[in-house]
């Protein structure tokens, strides 16, 4: 057997990351703004302080937030983080190359994917990589980074929720391994909470610097002033006076862009990575075409994109995000989401309310915001495309779909 630290299986390789970051799409009422909902002196002083910190005040909204994909979304590797398994029978993935198979193994090390190609009978290639970072919550699926030394790069095999194996990294090319896809600043955005680059090179990173995961700043932004008022002899009454972001204290339009930074879709940056803070115009940092009104959208981050689309929206100057969404607390139960519904609509005016009465109550999400499948997010098993399902928030009446 030859290791071989440098040697590359792979060809050719498709160079789109498979993590999309996320932004706005403009409409008429969301128009930048030149000024921030923090001023720039405030944000020139403030500093993050770390969940740790902002749960001495906020315990329990720091416990139930911590128990959410968006916490979840990246951390540190273990075996207890990696959802794959290490167990003979279970570690490996096969190719449809029959000369290469991936293995995954856990040691006192750490947890590693190590690539075999058989050359001859007597000889094979073998390059093995530590998983360093898992990206994540493992709801649908965990992708994995690992470190050449400053630099930050995707390793080939990913793990599949729905299948509970491993699986070819979305756009890698099955029977082939590549080690080398670099992670740019703009997929950390939305996966991490904060980095520093260190330019030219576009995934060379500052490794202490990375805040794994999406912290409570993410949102609201640095909270040094914020904790130094509050700790201070005369803590601030009024609530301009607390130096920390609550979005839903913010118009509309600042409102959907906090979310919108992670889940409107692909956009052109035209700041660095990081720049963009809650409460700004998203718009300043990043730029979207505009689309005609019924081209395709998919599914995958492009949540608020859909949502603008949605009759409900449009109907309403009030209806983000936070209307349906708790995201402090994990929301699973599509079934929760009906009573908000409700509070416009009557059950008793759905199309299919005189077949099958009340219940359908607590159905409104599975007809009227359907899972699809993400045409963004693919990958190969056995030569097949697998690709996950993700929830549709273009609210509509979808004819296709029907109840069992």
């Known amino acids: 057997m030859i290791g071989l630290k440098s040697f590359r299986l792979l060809a050719a390789v498709c160079a789109v990351f498979v993590f999309h970051h996320c932004a706005f799409a403009e409409t008429a009422d969301r128009t930048p703004s030149l000024v921030s909902f923090l001023s720039d002196e405030l944000k020139s002083k403030a500093s993050l302080v770390g969940d740790q910190v902002c749960g001495t005040c906020h315990q329990e909204k720091m416990r139930t937030f911590h128990l959410t994909a968006h916490a979840k979304t990246s951390t540190l590797a273990s075996s207890s983080a990696i959802h794959g398994k290490f167990v003979a029978g279970s570690n490996s993935l096969k190719t449809i190359n029959p000369n290469l198979v991936f293995v995954m193994e856990s040691n006192p090390q750490g947890c590693f994917q190590t690539a075999h190609l ?115 002899g005369s803590p601030p009454k009024a609530y301009s006076d607390f130096a920390i972001v609550n979005p839903a204290k913010l118009s509309r339009a600042r409102q959907l862009d906090v979310c919108a930074l992670c889940h409107e879709g692909s956009g052109t940056p035209l700041t660095p990575a990081l720049s963009y803070s809650p409460g700004d115009a998203l718009s300043r940092h990043i730029s979207f075409g505009k689309l005609p009104p019924n081209a395709p959208v998919d599914v995958h981050a492009s949540q608020i994109q859909l949502l603008e689309r949605s009759r409900c929206f449009r109907s309403t100057t009030t209806l983000t995000c936070i209307t349906c969404h708790d995201v402090h607390t994990p929301q699973r139960d599509t079934a929760a989401f009906a009573s908000r519904c409700l509070t416009c609509h009557q059950v008793e005016n759905c199309r299919i309310f005189p077949a099958q009465g009340h219940a359908i109550d607590t159905k409104c999400i599975d007809c009227h915001m359907p899972l699809q499948q993400t045409g963004k997010i693919v990958a190969l098993l056995d030569g097949e495309a697998v690709r996950p399902s993700v929830r ?11 109840l069992p």
């Not at 082939?176 to 955005?189: K, N, V």
């Not at 549709?392 to 029907?402: E, R, V």
């Open 118 to 232: 058989r050359t001859s009978a007597s000889e094979q290639l073998t390059r093995s990589e530590r998983i360093d970072i898992v990206v994540g919550s493992g709801r649908k699926g965990q992708t994995y980074l690992y470190w050449d030394g400053d630099k930050l790069f995707q390793l080939p095999v990913s793990y599949w929720t729905g299948l509970d194996g491993w699986i070819n990294s979305p756009g890698y090319v099955d029977g082939t391994a590549e080690f080398d896809r670099p992670i740019d600043g703009r997929c950390l955005e939305c996966h991490s909470s904060s980095f520093e680059n260190e330019p030219p090179t576009l995934n060379r990173y500052k490794a202490s610097s990375m805040v794994l995961g999406i912290s409570c700043e993410k949102c609201h932004g640095p909270g040094s002033e914020h904790v130094a008022r509050f700790r201070s």
């Open 392 to 402: 549709n928030h273009q609210i509509a009446i979808y004819p296709q779909k029907t």
